[in-house]
Nanobody
Framework: QVHLVESGGGLVQPGGSLRLSCVAS????????IGWFRQAPGKEREGVSC????????YYADFVQGRFDISRDNAKKTVYLQMNNLKPEDTAAYYC??????????????????WGQGTQVTVSS
């Protein structure tokens, strides 16, 4: 069993930055894929960024456009999502997930075994 806890969300003005954290506990693996997803009210969940199984590659959704950076600190069992130049359309609940997911499929949201409860990001002036 793996437990994921997200933090770092909040209210930020357009153009601002936030760093989300996802701390894992339990039967974690440094090699499992980890992904960040978001869901805005009335919209479907979408992949934001992920690190595929084996810590091989990172992937970003097209809408990120170089603004976000995903990283992981295995010693702390923590994955970060640094978000810069935030836009109002980035407003959503952000979730992390982990599991055995290969390649760019880690952006699809399928096959993940564990999900966190989410942290709210609101971008507004």
């Amino acid at each position: 069993q793996v437990h994921l806890v997200e933090s770092g969300g909040g209210l930020v003005q357009p153009g601002g930055s936030l760093r989300l954290s996802c701390v894992a506990s339990g039967s974690t693996s440094d090699y499992h894929a980890i992904g960040w997803f978001r869901q805005a009210p009335g919209k479907e969940r979408e992949g934001v960024s992920c690190i595929s199984y084996g810590d091989v590659s990172t992937y970003y959704a097209d809408f990120v456009q170089g603004r976000f950076d995903i990283s992981r600190d295995n010693a702390k069992k923590t994955v970060y999502l640094q978000m810069n130049n935030l836009k109002p359309e980035d407003t959503a609940a952000y979730y992390c997930a982990t599991g055995i997911v290969y390649g760019n499929k880690c952006l699809e949201g399928h096959d993940y075994d564990y999900w966190g409860q989410g942290t709210q990001v609101t971008v507004s002036s």
